[in-house]
């Protein structure tokens, strides 16, 4: 049964985190036996995947029926906003990593290979003159073109920016209790969403069938469809957020005094488009 410890609300006891934990686990094993080329491997992941659906499902509806319950106190107000800032910091470690190895790779290895470090270009690559954008030296002979800004890129980069400017109409209009403005642009917002990411897939679909730009196109394409792969992920999830939001704006969920569910799904939006701004500079264009 829920608990009420001075000011603090206690939840019941829940079965979500183990079934979250047999469901990330089948999904891990099922991806590990797909890769090997196991039959059954598909199956494997397409259960876990449905797990992790169903915890996540189950275990935010007991969230928000809890939140429209009033069950949440100002400490765990502060509680749930501290928990959304550790993770969108744990995303920005996420895709600190990947930029790292972006940054390594066109710095460091690239320079290293083509005779700034002549140990290292003599004994890996002897003669080898590399410039990024590059597959590196082992794919040299491999006819392929990279990923310009245009259009697709700066098209994406305006509809994100704009979905931006959007939410946070709707936010503004969520405090002062504006409620036809509300909707509106949160759909518009969602709508912006669903319109980037299929942009993206068709930027993909260009890639591979006139840049022949391929996952497996050296160094650049690894990482190239690593970034702008999670991201897109990243996306499609936020997304979904500011649906299930937009959803519970018309069901009257929040009130000017009280939307944390509103502001966690506005602040990873954000730091979506933040870490697009970062993609474009630093995959696209330079």
């Known amino acids: 049964m829920a608990q009420a410890e001075g000011s603090y609300y206690v939840p019941h006891g829940s079965n979500w985190p183990i079934v979250g934990s047999v469901g990330i686990t089948t999904l891990v094993v099922g991806i590990a036996m797909y890769l090997e080329g196991m039959g059954t491997g598909l199956w494997v992941l397409t259960a876990g ?10 275990w935010f509806g007991d969230v928000i029926r809890e939140g429209v319950k009033g069950l949440y106190s ?4 502060r509680s749930l906003r501290w928990g ?10 996420f895709f600190a990593a990947f930029f790292g190895a972006l940054f390594y790779a066109r710095t460091l290895s690239v320079p290293w290979l083509s005779g700034e ?21 082992g794919s040299t002979a491999t006819d392929w073109q990279p990923m310009g800004p245009w259009p697709l890129p700066t098209i994406n980069t305006l509809i994100l920016l704009t979905s931006g400017m959007t939410l946070t109409v709707a936010h503004h209009a969520l405090k002062e209790g504006n409620r036809a403005r509300l909707i509106t642009f949160m759909w518009l917002t969602v709508a912006l969403g669903v319109i980037f990411t299929g942009f993206q897939g068709y930027e993909y679909y260009e890639a ?8 497996d196109t050296g160094i650049y394409g690894s990482t190239f469809f690593m970034l702008t792969g999670f991201h897109g992920m990243h996306v499609v999830i936020g997304t ?9 704006c018309m069901k009257g969920h929040f009130t000017p005094a009280s939307h944390f569910g509103f502001e966690g799904a506005a602040w990873y939006w954000h730091f979506v488009d933040v ?5 474009y500079i630093f995959v696209y264009i330079l």
């Open 240 to 248: 979904i957020m500011l649906l299930v939001i937009t959803l519970r």
């Open 208 to 215: 591979y069938a006139h840049l022949n730009l391929r996952m």
């Open 275 to 279: 870490v697009w701004l970062g993609l």
């Open 84 to 93: 959304m800032i550790w993770f969108i910091f744990s995303e920005i470690m």
């Open 49 to 58: 995947a449905l797990i992790m659906i169903t915890m996540v499902v189950g």
């Open 74 to 77: 100002a400490q765990v107000d």
């Open 117 to 137: 470090d002549p140990a290292t270009s003599r004994v890996l690559w002897d003669s080898v003159a590399l410039q990024w954008p590059t597959a590196g030296p």
